[in-house]
Nanobody, 124 residues
Framework: QVQLVESGGGLVQAGGSLRLSCAAS????????MGWFRQAPGKEREFVAA????????YYADSVKGRFTISRDNAKNTVYLQMNSLKPEDTAVYYC?????????????????WGQGTQVTVSS
């Protein structure tokens, strides 16, 4: 049974940093395209970042480019999202996801497994 468990969310002031973790079981993160998405109240779920199986290719939404970094620890079977220079508009529930095929890593429908999410709140 596949499980993706996010952690690391919380309340932070604007300009601060958080690191989210996504611990996987039932799958090997290096065999999947792994992504982070977020959903703010009243809005659709949107792409944040993704990393390909090789680990050498990463993708970011324009809104987070230069501030967020996705990475992976194969030994821990865990994916991370380092978030720096946080803004109030980054406030959302953040979800980890895994895609078997991952042709279009920015597309929600490409992902096969999802975590339950972790809340990130950025105060101004």
């Amino acid at each position: 049974q596949v499980q993706l468990v996010e952690s690391g969310g919380g309340l932070v002031q604007a300009g601060g940093s958080l690191r989210l973790s996504c611990a996987a079981s039932g799958l090997t993160v290096s065999s999947y395209v792994m992504g982070w998405f977020r959903q703010a109240p009243g809005k659709e779920r949107e792409f944040v970042a993704a990393i390909r199986r090789s680990g050498s290719s990463t993708y970011y939404a324009d809104s987070v480019k230069g501030r967020f970094t996705i990475s992976r620890d194969n030994a821990k079977n865990t994916v991370y999202l380092q978030m720096n220079s946080l803004k109030p508009e980054d406030t959302a529930v953040y979800y980890c996801a895994a895609s078997i095929v991952g042709y279009r890593p920015g597309i929600t429908a490409e992902y096969d497994y999802w975590g339950q999410g972790t809340q990130v709140t950025v105060s101004s």
